[in-house]
């Protein structure tokens, strides 16, 4: 499983650290994995995290039918509303029909009167509001909780980044390094010691932009391969 001590041991060994003195403290470089990796390989490939809300104590001060979404992490977007409690089945998505619970089970008849219904019904939307709100048309004003499946970005300790997807973060978080590395280096070529010339080695880190933005251009592409991503089907 993946670990910010895992992930500073590969970056660390790629660049030499036990045989050259970095620029950059460890703190730093966890501050800016946390600040631009973390952010940017979530965009493609985010954690799901489901968020409960209770309509009663979760609601937004002066509205009806906006609710706060109570998450440690940063959301990105909602992936898709799961249906409440109070409808018998705990986890069916939203505006699903359900004429087995509601409308004589196997009943033919039942299930295309529901349907038929449904049809002309108007259909619940949502919208959310950065950075932690969502709200509901119509508004729900019963009583119950919903399941809120938000796509955010990955927690800071890491447990949550995908085993096959582990060498992409790594290689991203190893560029972002390279990156500010490169930018306190090209300021000289060399450093004039007592000792001679101390060469810098910004060659393997001039590219480390270029590099990070065809990385960047792979994961965008396969993110549309995700399993988790939604799908429009047009028949």
Request: net charge negative; proline share 4%.
């Amino acid at each position: 499983m993946m670990s910010l001590t895992y992930l500073m041991q590969n970056i660390e060994m790629d660049l030499g650290y036990k045989f050259t003195d970095l620029e950059i403290s460890h703190e730093e470089i966890v501050s800016l994995i946390r600040m631009r990796t973390l952010p940017e390989y979530s965009k493609y490939f985010p954690y799901e995290e489901r968020i409960i809300i209770n309509v009663n104590t979760d609601k937004v001060p002066g509205y009806v039918n906006r609710f706060f979404l109570k998450s440690e992490n940063e959301i990105i977007n909602i992936n898709r509303i799961i249906g409440n409690s109070n409808n018998g089945i705990s986890d069916y998505i939203e505006g699903t029909p359900n004429p087995v619970m509601n409308y004589g089970g196997s009943n033919m008849i039942a299930r295309q009167t529901y349907a038929d219904l449904a049809s002309v019904a108007n259909p619940t939307t949502y919208e959310y509001f950065h950075p932690n709100m969502i709200e509901f048309t119509p508004s729900y004003n019963n009583v119950g909780t919903f399941i809120i499946a938000a796509n955010v970005v990955h927690p800071e300790h890491l447990g949550t980044i995908p085993t096959n997807m582990q060498e992409h973060f790594i290689r991203l978080a190893l560029l972002d390094v390279k990156s500010s590395l490169y930018l306190m280096r090209s300021r000289f070529a060399n450093l004039q010691t007592t000792f001679g010339n101390l060469e810098l080695f910004i060659d393997d880190l001039s590219s480390a932009r270029d590099e990070r933005n065809e990385l960047i251009e792979r994961m965008k592409l396969s993110s549309f391969k995700s399993a988790h991503r939604k799908k429009i089907w047009i028949g």
